[in-house]
């Protein structure tokens, strides 16, 4: 009896001495995090807010109805955007696929874009570069970045096109859910074998004007044949790794290996059907990290990023529910032993440097190229 009282004792007395040593292992991790991401902004590829506001049944797209300052019904507000530590946000101005005047459709997307900025001008702030964005967030701001989610708002108009990144568009998705006319779908049937020829002459305007490519929601064709035609960096806003979750809006190794050789960066998404594909919604923090850590293994640690997806997800990722997690997935790949420079990297250094490359190829290209003003019918013939 005297044995088992002094085991239990003596286990006690062990618990006493691990617990506080497991916390102080923590909170060091928890200071690392937070010091990585003072550092360097953590840039999120992809929030779908502008799209829940302009869902408001009351007034759509009234900005004023939807109060960022207090907690709102989505996964989105400025509380939880600092507690989560974001330092620049591309929003996604997607609009229906669907829609007849999709053009109209987008302009008014990116007006709702532009106002949700404008009403916080001490927490948001437009950035249309990477200086800008190195710049909002030394101020201690969020930097505000737009991206358009389906080439098919530019109604097959490399003018279009340009009136868009004139109006603060960064990045343009090829396709969404569905075909364009020149590019196909991950998620629709393989009609033009990939890019067509103006597909890909969309791909060399992005790059004259400095406008990052998203393979997003593209076929593995369309992302082979525009890593053929790129002369920058490309990206993928919000997208996880076949390798790991074997789904067609993931990215296969043989893209992934093809990054190097292009600068571009896969941004990590957190929609649970994309990292487990076993399961119908289900998916943990943990399975996000090794969804980054296969892309860092096949592609480079320089090829990695987070698009979180967030306000355009029905089902979470447990622990990472809101835009006040991301620090926990941090934590997590700190616990994986990643170092503070990684870290950073996946943050948002990555990005940034794919983005001042676009911008020095637009520079180059630029005093070159004049506009392209060539034409789906003139190139494919197969439209009007």
């Known amino acids: 009896m005297r044995r088992h009282v002094r085991a239990v004792i003596s286990l006690v007395s062990v618990l006493s001495v691990l617990a506080p040593a497991t916390t102080l292992a923590q909170e060091a991790l928890e200071e690392r995090v937070r010091r990585v991401l003072s550092e360097v902004p953590l840039v999120d590829g992809h929030n779908d807010l502008p799209g829940k506001i302009r869902e408001i049944k009351t007034a759509a797209g009234d900005v004023g109805l939807y109060d960022l300052r207090g907690r709102t019904e989505g996964d989105t507000d400025l509380p939880r955007l600092r507690a989560g530590m974001v330092g620049a946000q591309f929003w996604s101005v997607h609009v229906n696929v669907a829609h007849p005047r999709p053009a109209m459709q987008q302009l008014e997307q990116i007006d709702i874009a532009h106002r949700i900025i404008e009403a916080y001008p001490d927490e948001l702030e437009f950035a249309g570069s990477v200086s800008d964005i190195e710049r909002v967030f030394g101020s201690g701001k969020i930097a505000s970045m737009l991206g358009i989610e389906g080439g098919h708002v530019i109604e097959n108009s490399l003018g279009a096109l340009r009136a868009f990144y004139r109006a603060g568009v960064r990045y343009m998705g090829l396709t969404h859910f569905g075909n364009t006319d020149w590019a196909d779908s991950a998620t629709d049937s393989v009609v033009v074998g990939g890019l067509s020829p103006f597909g890909e002459e969309v791909v060399r305007e992005m790059n004259r004007m400095g406008m990052l490519v998203d393979l997003s929601h593209v076929s593995p ?55 487990n594909t076993n399961t119908d919604s289900t998916a943990t923090l943990a399975e996000v990290a090794d969804h980054i850590e296969h892309i860092r293994d096949v592609a480079g640690i320089d090829h990695v990023g987070i698009g979180s997806d967030f306000d355009g997800i029905p089902t979470y990722v447990a622990g990472l529910e809101d835009v006040s997690t991301y620090p926990a997935l941090f934590m997590e790949l700190a616990r994986r032993g990643w170092s503070d420079e990684d870290l950073k990297k996946l943050a948002g250094e990555n990005l940034l440097r794919a983005m001042r490359e676009a911008e020095s190829v637009a520079r180059r290209l630029q005093r070159t190229r004049p506009p392209s003003t060539r034409t789906i019918e003139e190139m494919d013939r197969t439209v009007g």
């Open 221 to 275: 064709g369309a992302m082979s044949d525009a890593l053929d035609v790129a002369e920058a960096p490309v990206i993928f806003s919000h997208a996880g790794a076949r390798g790991i979750a074997d789904h067609p809006r993931n990215v296969p190794d043989s893209i992934l290996r093809r990054l190097p050789a292009n600068g571009g960066v896969v941004m990590q998404l957190f929609y649970p059907p994309y990292i």
